[in-house]
């Protein structure tokens, strides 16, 4: 054997596919991708494109290569998302679709995508992205598939599964996983509708702008095309099927079947993550959701809010706004086919100020907002309510907003108020059992309720410590 062919022998004995990426060498990696008409390539990759030439605008594989580009090409885009998923920021980043192995006993695996994180030319750190269109579901059994094969062929640890599925979080998934499988590994999850939100939020003029403004018209393309009609990714449409049927079971007070239970009240989660996301587009902050369980695992969660429908035949959950006075508590009750949202109000609590004089300064508020929207609020006031809570007492004082005169009479004289709640309460009626005008109705109230009443409230401070002089 001449020279050149033991140099040959040698370079094709070490091509070989390596035993775990994180910690190979990238220059190694790269040597073992199919080029164009390469067959005989070890792994075959294509790198992600921000316009990939594909049939559909809805193809998987387009929106893998559109949202793997953008988080490549906008530095502030690529940082939100990479701190939901665990990822540092430091090093460089490469970004592939259709990632397979030619050359393991998986050759058929084919992942949607990878990011790679490469330090000094070695692979620190990877994540495998699964994407789905607008129309399918995560499969919980793909995912574990893809676990074990990873952790076979490839070391990665962390796979985020990206699709219509609304969640609370990118740690609380929409599908259940083996416990078993999911030691040491990372799984993730983020909602198309969560990834427009962030675009829209980085477009806002806040402080969390993009700097380079040709960044920010890539972040304007990439937006539309996510929110484009044939793209398909739409919010939160309709309430599950079953919905209508546990409305009926209320009403002859029947109880629903657990299943159907518990496809309703993932079905509100569903719904309030969508809530979150629609205000959040148009505040330019974030609003992030909490349930009334204490519990972080969905399941478990699920679990514990099938208890309260049952014993109390209401869904609810809170709406937090960065930088607002209050949470927004949202109420579905299926005793009385009423929603319910309401805000809690602090009023000044110096000595000098009684009970009178924190009416009087609720009134006021409550005057500029119809000073502001006057028609808009006329068509409301049938609806507000004002709760006052005294101290150290249980029940509190509630009246229609057009009953105010009423609550000084009600009030226990010798006892301070403490909280005021200001609340929109609304008898859906025939709405409410169907899951189409559910949604439709709950998030115009959620947005009549914000701009109409809630945005010209606000909760008393006390004033600054000062000097004993």
């Known amino acids: 054997m001449n020279q050149i062919d033991k140099n040959m022998a040698i370079g094709k004995k070490e091509r070989h596919l390596p035993k775990t990426l994180i910690g190979f060498n990238f220059t190694q990696f790269q040597d073992l991708l199919r080029s164009s008409g390469d067959e005989s390539a070890l792994i075959s ?6 316009i990939p030439a594909m049939k559909k605008a809805s193809d998987e594989l387009q929106l893998a290569s559109v ?34 192995l030619n050359g393991s006993e998986y050759p058929n695996y084919r992942l949607d995508g ?7 030319d070695k692979i620190k750190d990877a994540a495998i992205i699964e994407f789905k269109g607008p129309k399918a579901s995560v499969d919980s059994e793909q995912i574990e598939d893809y676990i074990q094969f990873s952790r076979k062929n490839l070391g990665i640890n962390k796979i985020v599964s990206i699709s219509s599925e609304f969640t609370s979080g990118s740690k609380v998934l929409p599908y259940e996983l083996d416990k078993r499988l999911t030691k040491n590994f990372n799984v993730y999850h983020l909602s198309w509708s969560y990834l427009k939100t962030l675009a829209n939020l980085l477009l806002f003029d806040n402080d969390e702008n993009i700097e380079d403004e040709d960044q920010v018209l890539l972040m304007h393309e990439v937006l539309e095309f996510l929110e484009d009609e044939i793209v398909g990714l739409k919010g939160y449409q309709s309430m599950n ?29 569903q719904e309030q993550n969508d809530m979150a996301h629609i205000l959040s587009k148009h505040l330019g902050v974030m609003v992030k959701t909490s349930s009334k369980s204490k519990s972080g695992n969905l399941e478990k969660m699920l679990d514990d809010e099938i208890k309260s429908l049952k014993k109390s ?28 949202m309401e805000v809690e109000v602090t009023p000044p609590l110096s000595s000098e100020t009684k009970s009178k004089g924190r009416l009087s300064w609720l009134y006021k508020q409550l005057s500029k907002c119809n000073i ?3 028609d808009a609020f006329e068509a409301l006031a049938n609806d507000i309510y004002i709760e006052v809570k005294q101290k150290h007492l249980r029940n509190n004082v509630k009246v229609s907003i057009h009953d105010w005169d009423e609550i000084l009479n009600r009030l226990d004289k010798g006892r301070d108020i403490v909280e005021f709640k200001v609340s929109y309460q609304k ?9 189409k005008s559910f949604v439709n109705e709950t998030e115009q109230m959620m947005l009549n309720y914000y701009a109409i009443v809630v945005q010209y409230l606000k909760s008393w401070t006390p004033p600054q410590p000062r000097f004993n002089d």
């Open 114 to 120: 990878v990011i790679l994180q490469v330090i000094s």
């Open 313 to 340: 035949g209401q869904l609810m959950f809170d709406l937090g706004i960065k930088g607002s006075f209050s949470d927004i508590a949202v109420i579905a009750d299926f005793t009385s086919n009423t929603v319910s």
């Open 372 to 374: 502001k929207n006057p």
């Open 241 to 269: 099927s079953g919905w209508k049927q546990v409305a009926a079971d209320f009403k002859n007070g029947v109880q629903s079947k657990e299943p159907i239970l518990r496809e309703t009240v993932y079905a509100w989660h």
């Open 45 to 50: 990759v294509s790198e992600a494109r921000l």
């Open 427 to 435: 008898n859906l009626r025939k709405a409410f059992i169907q899951p």
């Open 67 to 100: 949202t793997l580009s953008a988080l490549r090409m906008i530095r502030e885009f690529r940082e939100k998302v990479f701190a939901e998923i665990g990822m540092k920021r430091n090093g460089k980043f490469y970004y592939y679709t259709e990632l397979s």
